[in-house]
């Protein structure tokens, strides 16, 4: 069992950024795809960003890529998402999941686990 804490959400102006973080209680982080997705009020669950399990490998959402960063620290079962030059549109509840395998998944369905979510507000 995977279980995952987001934390570093908040209130921000355009323009500004934020380091969300995703703290997993799991005993090898390492055998575990990481990624980050969000969810707009009325819109689906949206993919923003993947890491392969050691670190090498990531993928991102067009409308993010040079604006946010993906990261994880293995040693300290953590991962990271920063958020630069913060836009409205990125308003949103921002998910940790985790999947096994080494495939770098961008579909929610093809995770296994999911945190609470934290809540990104971005104003104009």
């Known amino acids: 069992q995977v279980q995952l804490v987001e934390s570093g959400g908040g209130l921000v102006q355009a323009g500004g950024s934020l380091r969300l973080s995703c703290a997993a209680s799991v005993r090898t982080f390492s055998a575990y795809v990481m990624g980050w997705f969000r969810q707009a009020p009325g819109k689906e669950r949206e993919f923003v960003a993947v890491i392969s399990r050691g670190g090498g490998s990531t993928d991102y959402l067009d409308s993010v890529k040079d604006r946010f960063t993906i990261s994880r620290d293995n040693a300290r079962n953590t991962m990271y998402l920063q958020m630069n030059s913060l836009k409205p549109e990125d308003t949103a509840v921002y998910y940790c999941?985790?999947?096994?395998?080494?495939?770098?998944?961008?579909?929610?369905?093809?995770?296994?686990?999911w945190g609470q979510g934290t809540q990104v507000t971005v104003s104009s």
């Open positions: 999941a985790a999947r096994t395998g080494t495939y770098i998944a961008s579909t929610p369905s093809q995770y296994d686990y």
